[in-house]
Nanobody, 124 residues
Framework: QVRLVESGGGLVQPGGSLRLSCTAS????????MGWFRQAPGKEREGVSC????????DYADSVKGRFTISRDNAKNTVYLQMNSLQPEDTATYYC?????????????????WGQGIQVTVSS
């Protein structure tokens, strides 16, 4: 059974940082392209970042470029999202997702597996 478990969310002040982690089990992690998505109340899901399983290429939404960094540790079956310079508009539920053997894309419909999500709130 595939499981993706996010951690590291919480409340942070504007300008602060958080690091999200997503630990996977139930499949061969090294063959999964991993993505981070978010959804704020009343808004559509947004692709935030992804990292390819093979060449480790990455992609980012324009709204987070230069502030967020995605990385992965195949030995730990974990993908990370380092989020710096957080702003109130980054407030959302963040989800990690896995795409078996696929390209690094920010379209959620392509992803096979999803985590339960974790809340990130940026507020003073």
């Amino acid at each position: 059974q595939v499981r993706l478990v996010e951690s590291g969310g919480g409340l942070v002040q504007p300008g602060g940082s958080l690091r999200l982690s997503c630990t996977a089990s139930g499949f061969t992690f090294q063959y999964q392209t991993m993505g981070w998505f978010r959804q704020a109340p009343g808004k559509e899901r947004e692709g935030v970042s992804c990292i390819h399983y093979g060449d480790l290429s990455t992609d980012y939404a324009d709204s987070v470029k230069g502030r967020f960094t995605i990385s992965r540790d195949n030995a730990k079956n974990t993908v990370y999202l380092q989020m710096n310079s957080l702003q109130p508009e980054d407030t959302a539920t963040y989800y990690c997702a896995a795409l078996t053997g696929g390209l690094c894309v920010l379209a959620g419909d392509f992803y096979d597996y999803w985590g339960q999500g974790i809340q990130v709130t940026v507020s003073s």
